[in-house]
């Protein structure tokens, strides 16, 4: 029999992140099933309050219809967790994950959180600022994720959340022209001001200011560095298989963030992606990494862990 509700979760990672998609193939059957439920979940939301198609278009929301929606999201993620009876495909997928690895109530509130800071037109002040919003919608997820691979450690879930910020860092440098385009402006205002702009989406849309956008950018993705080399740490901590299919996506998306640097001011004229090619190499490359960390790491005190923003 056909499992109509894991169906349509793989079909949502399908369309939503060829990444992702890519590298939870090198999950075990299980982990990558539950997987594809907690994305899918994740994706419903974040397009819900966007406007989106799995990350795609944008449809112009009022504000009241936004603040309708999170609220509808809030109260069908309660039901879920409650255990409640789900007739939504979505919602009855992160049913099945959450309550199969005991996800705290917390975690998936906290990443609609952050999508009630995008209702609200948050400002970022400050780098801590853009931190906290991070792990609203990425450092969470990182530590759901490890929740379902099986990880209850609680440095190894600190190392799962400092990979999701650095994706998230990652994913504001790829799209930063893009969100302020749409009114958005996730960079730190007082870096923004420091570099001579204007803090609006106006001023970081205006393709004369290219140039000092991207030198911002730069700045914020040498701010993911360290939480890229913390999430490196944190694989010994993984099954075997998890840890390959992490290292492909820490690959891929680490990738992304010095295409961004390399590319200069003019990387926005298009959205920023890994080659096929390049991505079979990070794939390769993670497939060692993981048998390092197996053979050679696994025996070993690991490093402590950087002074550096955390939640978990």
């Known amino acids: 029999m056909t499992d109509a509700v894991l169906a349509a979760s793989k079909d949502s990672i399908v369309k939503g992140s060829k990444s992702f ?49 999170l609220k509808s999201l809030y109260s069908q993620t309660r039901a879920a967790l409650a255990g409640q009876p789900m007739d939504d495909q979505t919602f009855a997928a992160f049913q ?3 309550l199969r690895h005991h996800l705290p109530e917390r975690w998936p509130l906290d990443l609609l959180d952050g999508f009630a800071m995008d209702v609200e037109h948050r400002e970022y002040r400050t ?111 993984l099954p075997f ?11 891929v998306y680490r990738e992304i963030g010095r295409k961004v640097i390399r590319s200069g001011p003019g990387v926005w004229k298009h959205r920023v992606s890994v080659g096929k090619p390049m991505k079979l190499w990070l794939f390769g490359r993670s497939v060692l990494i993981a048998v390092w960390t197996r053979a050679l790491d696994r025996g070993r005190t690991p490093p402590p862990r950087p002074e550096m923003w955390t939640r978990v």
């Open 241 to 251: 298989r998890s840890s390959m299919a992490i290292a492909a996506a820490r690959g």
């Open 21 to 69: 998609r890519s590298a939870s193939r090198l999950f075990d059957p299980a982990v990558r099933e539950d997987a594809w439920l907690l994305y899918a979940w994740c994706r419903r939301c974040d397009d819900e309050i966007d406007g989106q198609d799995h990350g795609f278009g944008h449809e112009e929301l009022s504000e009241k219809e936004q603040r309708r929606r």
């Open 127 to 237: 780098l801590d600022d853009v931190m906290a919003y991070c792990w609203h919608v990425a450092g969470v997820v990182g530590v759901m994720m490890a929740r379902v691979m099986g990880v209850f450690d609680a440095q190894v879930l600190r190392r799962a959340q400092d990979l999701g910020l650095a994706f998230q860092l990652t994913n504001i440098s790829r799209d930063v022209v893009e969100d302020a385009e749409n009114g958005r402006v996730y960079l730190p205002a007082d870096w923004l001001v420091e570099a001579g702009l204007e803090p609006t989406p106006e001023a970081v849309a205006d393709p004369k200011n290219r140039e000092a956008v991207h030198a911002v950018t730069a700045r914020l993705l040498a701010v993911a560095e360290p939480y890229y080399d913390s999430a490196r740490i944190g694989l010994r901590g």
């Open 96 to 98: 099945r994950v959450a």
